[in-house]
Each structure stands twice: as structure tokens, then as C-alpha cells.
């Protein structure tokens, strides 16, 4: 193989390829936020998972048990500029949704495509299902693959000698960043760094720039390792849990890459597959080959270890925008390419909008989502009667009135040392958000993060929690009242069927008894 250069075609200048990125970006945005807006309309309120960041943003720390700090900050600062509402908190994810999209645009014209494989990549990504559904809500899955893409743009960039030394600080920050915002990033730089080991872009390591920013981004990331290192490193301890249990679907290997076609949609799937063979056997594509090594070694990580399939979509911007530019290449000319976005563009308003989105009434989704094959990708267990994405969007004001009705029929005398005790974050959450409006106290559980946030002095001597059955408290309480059941449409089937309990007089106290609390699943 001959020694690294730079590949010999004339690239557009960068400001070129800048308008129909930021274009995009701005329809990204905007089909978002509009989506959400709707969405609230209709019914779909905070995802379980946005409530649990909320509360993490109002303690906020260089680590949790189950995630990395950055999103937690996201919450915090989105509520403060935006408000608390659905679509206000979710206002950066949409932002980073719109650099998604446009950061493919930006890595096809990397690969010297032109304005119709800039485009074609970008409508490729705007219309992938699985980017679609992480970026529609407050989440670090609509940061990944920011940070992922545009840390490799760098690098493409000094690989080719397009960029100096001073590049590898950048890639060192937004890197750190990575880290900071989910941990998963880790795998992806070692994926990157055995890409680049194997191919002759190895040169690009060994240097005093390369050096910096490993330093750089070393130094970005040592907070949270710091914190995982004094908490006795809780998040491994978490992902283990896990990985003995079967809260996750364990996908077979052919299973794995059935997904991978899924949840980036089928129409696409030439795409990214033939974006992944240009860069792994043309000649023109040399000097860009360690990105398919990359891919490759991410793959087989993933799904060495079970990984969520989702886990490996932040890397497959780059094989659609190399995709796009060895398609329109193939034809010489800018129409296919053109008709092919158009395509994309068109299924999106039909297909993937609908599915992935808040723009269907739930009575109407299931019916619409019968038409199409392989839609509900599931990762784990838990059922519901709409995507857990969207199921896990009801149910959280009925039932946090519900405690309120109940916490307020107490006597006052007895509401003052009324402890509010919740089985999952989500429920905890929920009570913690929406229950200051009705007077609630703060409600305490031992789930995830909860754990360390103690038991607010409570005693145990009266309780309301949520539950299923009676027989579940009465060794470790006195007396057990049912005070009738919770239910909610459209909630996931785990969340259906709940009943309100009083717990009286708990036999050993929360403060003696906490350890038995501790629930990281």
C-alpha cells in the first residue's frame, strides 16, 4: 500500500458545502421541535427517562450509577433557559440532532463528494429511525454521535495533512466530552485507535500533537473517573448486574446486524453498506480505510458483549456520507443522487416521521404501525402497547395525582413525617417533578442514582408507595393498607395494575435498613 496522502481530487471549498449543511440542520431542528409541540398536544407528555435527568440536573455531580454527567448538565441548563416543559428540555437534543445531520454533510464533502452526495448523506441520516427516536427527546444519545463524528472529522482531517498539530486538541476536547456525556465513547476510541493501528494512517499516533491530545482528553474525562474510582466504580457494578440478568435481549449475531439494516432503515441500507465496502477496498478511498477498520472493530466489541443494537448508530453518519459520495460517483451525475435523497425525504414524511415521532394520536399509532414489518425493535424485556419510546411518555401526572389525592386525605399531623417511597426512578422521578405543584414531599427510593441520595430522614412510620401486592410490605411493616388501585392508558404493561399502599410503623428504619434498598438494574 503506498504511503499516506492526500487523496488527488480538488475539493470544494469548505464554504460551499456550508449552506446545505446548515439548511439541513435547520429542518432537522425544525421537525423536531414541531414534532414535540404536536406531541404535547396529543397527549405525550415527559419520557421516564427526561424526569430522572431533571432530578439528576438538580444534583448535579462529575458521575451517577447509570450514566455519565454531561446529561445531566444538559437538563439543568435546558430547564433554566427553556422552562420546564416537554419540548423546552428537549431543546439542545434537538440542536445536536441538527449537527448530526449536518456533520454527515460535512464528512461527504470530507470525501471530496459533491453537493448531491452531501445531501443525499444528510437525508439519510435525517431519515434513519434510530436517529430520529434518540434525538426526539432530553437524552446523551442525541450528543453521541456529535461528538463521535465530529472527533473522526478531525482526525480525517490530520490524517490527510488537511490539519495541523493544534487538531489533535480539538479532538481531545470533543473527545473528553464524549466520555463525559456516555461512556460508550470509550469503545469507540478504542474501535478508532485499532482502525488506525491497522492501516498506514498509524503514522498520525505516533506524534507530539497526538500525545496532547490523549493528555487533553485524559484530563477532560478524569473527573468522572475520579468519581466512579471513590464510589467504588458503581457503574461497572450496575452494567454487571445487568449482564447477569435478562433485563436486556441478548441479540445472536445475525440477529445483531438485522438490526443494524432496522433501525437505519431499509431503503438506506445500500447506502451505509456500500459507503462501508467504497472505504474498505476502493482505491480512491485509501487513505480513509482505517474508518471501516473502525467500524468493524466497534461491531464485534458490540456484539461481543450483547450490547443494545442502538448502541453501535453513532458511527454510521460517516458510512453514509461515504456511501453518498461512491454512489453518485458510480453514476456521474448529480440526479440519481438527487432522486435517491428525494426518496428518502418522501418515506420520512410517510414511514419513519410517523413511527419514531410524537405525530400520531395513540389509538391511531398501533393501526398505522401494523402496516410495516421490524418497526418495534425491542432491547430489552418490558412490554408495552406503543414503543417503549413513546409508552414510557404517559401515565406520569395520573399517577403522581394520585399520590397527591392520597398524601392529602392524611391528617396534617401525619403528612408532616409522611414519607413518599418509589421502586424506580422513573416513578421517583415523576413524583420529584411534577409533585411540587401539588405539595408533595420528595419522594425517596433506592433505585440507580436515588440510592445515594438517602432516605431524606424519613423513619419508615408512615408510607405511601406504589406496588402490587400487600404481602410484598407486611414482613417489614406493621400494618399494610391498600388505598386502591393506579392504572393509565398507553403506560408500559409493567406500570399497569399498580396499587396505592400506607405503610404504617416499618419494623427496622430506613436509616438502620438502607443498604437492603440498594437496586442497581
Known amino acids: 500500500m503506498p504511503p499516506a496522502s492526500p487523496p488527488t481530487f480538488e475539493r470544494r471549498p469548505l464554504r460551499t458545502a456550508l449552506p446545505l449543511a446548515a439548511l439541513f440542520a435547520a429542518v432537522t431542528f425544525l421537525i423536531h421541535l414541531g414534532s414535540s409541540l404536536w406531541g404535547s398536544h396529543l397527549g405525550y407528555g415527559f419520557f421516564r427517562d427526561e424526569l430522572y435527568y431533571l432530578v439528576c440536573g438538580h444534583h448535579l455531580a462529575w458521575g451517577y450509577v447509570d450514566q455519565a454527567p454531561l446529561v445531566a448538565l444538559q437538563a439543568r441548563l435546558a430547564e433554566t433557559i427553556f422552562g420546564l416543559s416537554p419540548t423546552g428540555i428537549r431543546i439542545f437534543s434537538f440542536m445536536a440532532a441538527g449537527v448530526t445531520v449536518a456533520l454527515a454533510g460535512l464528512l461527504a464533502w470530507q470525501f471530496g463528494g459533491s453537493r448531491a452526495a452531501q445531501g443525499l448523506a444528510m437525508a439519510a441520516v435525517l431519515a434513519a429511525p434510530v436517529f430520529l427516536g434518540t434525538a426526539n427527546f432530553l437524552s446523551m444519545n442525541s450528543f453521541d454521535p456529535c461528538f463521535w463524528m465530529a472527533a473522526l472529522l478531525v482526525v480525517l482531517r490530520i490524517a490527510e495533512g488537511a ?246 386525605a392524611l391528617p396534617p399531623e401525619v403528612r408532616a413525617h409522611t414519607a413518599i417511597f418509589c421502586g424506580n426512578y422513573g416513578e421517583a422521578s415523576a413524583v420529584n417533578v411534577l409533585g411540587p405543584r401539588y405539595g408533595l414531599p420528595t419522594a425517596i427510593s433506592g433505585h440507580q442514582n436515588y440510592y445515594y441520595w438517602g432516605w431524606n430522614g424519613y423513619t419508615g412510620e408512615s408510607v405511601l408507595t406504589l406496588g402490587d401486592d400487600a404481602a410484598d410490605y407486611k414482613d417489614y411493616y406493621a400494618e399494610v393498607i391498600d388505598l386502591g388501585p393506579f392504572d393509565a392508558p398507553w403506560t408500559m404493561d409493567h406500570e399497569h395494575r399498580h396499587h396505592y399502599f400506607w405503610l404504617r410503623q416499618r419494623k427496622l428504619s430506613y436509616a438502620a435498613d438502607w443498604p437492603h434498598f440498594k437496586f442497581w438494574y
Open 163 to 408: 490539519a495541523g498539530p493544534l487538531a489533535w486538541l480539538l479532538f481531545g476536547v470533543l473527545a473528553g466530552l464524549g466520555i463525559e456525556n456516555k461512556h460508550s465513547t470509550v469503545f469507540f476510541l478504542i474501535a478508532l485507535l485499532v482502525g488506525l493501528m491497522l492501516s498506514p494512517q498509524r503514522r498520525i499516533l505516533w506524534t507530539k500533537g497526538c500525545a496532547a491530545g490523549v493528555a487533553l482528553l485524559l484530563l477532560i474525562a478524569l473527573p468522572n473517573l475520579v468519581w466512579q474510582w471513590v464510589h467504588h466504580f458503581p457503574t461497572y457494578e450496575l452494567l454487571n448486574n445487568i449482564a447477569h440478568s435478562d433485563k436486556n435481549i441478548k441479540l445472536p449475531p445475525f440477529a445483531f446486524l438485522r438490526e443494524q439494516v432496522n433501525m437505519l432503515f431499509v431503503v438506506a441500507a445500500p447506502l451505509w453498506i456500500g459507503g462501508l465496502a467504497w472505504l474498505a477496498f476502493a482505491r480512491s478511498a485509501w487513505p480513509w480505510r482505517f474508518v471501516a477498520l473502525t467500524y468493524l472493530a466497534l461491531l464485534g466489541m458490540m456484539m461481543a458483549m450483547h450490547a443494545k443494537d442502538y448502541y453501535v448508530a453513532p458511527i454510521y453518519p460517516v458510512l453514509f456520507a461515504a456511501g453518498a459520495v461512491a454512489f453518485t460517483a458510480l453514476t456521474r451525475r448529480s440526479w440519481p443522487g438527487v432522486v435517491y435523497s428525494a426518496v428518502l425525504v418522501l418515506l420520512l414524511c410517510w414511514v419513519t416521521a410517523p413511527v419514531m415521532l410524537t405525530i400520531l394520536p395513540p389509538e391511531k399509532y398501533a393501526s398505522f404501525n401494523a402496516h410495516f414489518v421490524d418497526t418495534k425493535v425491542k432491547s430489552e424485556k418490558f412490554s408495552s402497547p406503543l414503543p417503549q419510546f413513546l409508552s414510557d411518555r404517559f401515565g406520569w401526572p395520573q399517577m403522581v395525582a394520585g399520590f397527591a389525592a392520597r398524601y392529602n
